[in-house]
């Protein structure tokens, strides 16, 4: 057997999968034109239509809150990444590699002690501790009547 009838003995499953594909969408696609109802309306004609009419304009301000959140699920899923890696060569990297996975853990966990601290992970109210920010409402002249 030559090497060009080789390729093809190798390759005719995923060219199969492939026109089985396209078959099946062109024809998921053509049930949904033949049965699918036609009528408009406002919502339909709308660029993102789900059947319901919007309201408002869809520039909304976003609280920087989401973008932050965003951005600690990527340091941590990048942390879980290496972790990952690290697991996988555990028994290659022995001891040292060891004490480097420690040390990495222990420097994201005081980075996220640190951010939690200052508060960067709060999304209620703006809460004050007593200690700190909060000044007692009655001062020593402050006289509390009772009846």
């Known amino acids: 057997m030559n090497a060009s009838a080789t390729q093809v003995t190798e ?8 026109f089985l594909v ?3 969408v062109a024809g998921i696609m053509a049930l949904s034109y033949v049965i699918g109802e036609r009528h408009r309306s406002k919502a ?4 993102f239509e789900s059947g319901i009419v919007t309201v408002g304009l869809a520039r909304l301000r976003l609280s920087a ?15 879980a990444v290496f972790l990952f890696a690290w697991a996988v060569a555990f028994r290659e990297l022995g001891w040292p ?4 996975a420690i040390i990495f853990i222990s420097i994201l966990v005081a980075a996220l002690a640190y951010l939690w601290r200052l508060g960067a ?5 703006a809460r004050h501790s007593a200690g ?13 009547v009772s009846k």
């Open 97 to 100: 590699g060891y004490i480097e």
């Open 121 to 125: 992970l709060d999304w209620g109210p």
């Open 132 to 144: 700190r920010f909060a000044k007692d409402s009655r001062s020593p002249n402050h006289a509390v």
């Open 11 to 18: 390759i005719w499953p995923l060219v199969a999968y492939f």
């Open 22 to 24: 396209v078959a099946l």
């Open 65 to 79: 809150k989401f973008y932050l959140i965003a951005v600690f699920f990527v340091i941590f899923d990048v942390e």
């Open 44 to 47: 339909a004609d709308e660029p």
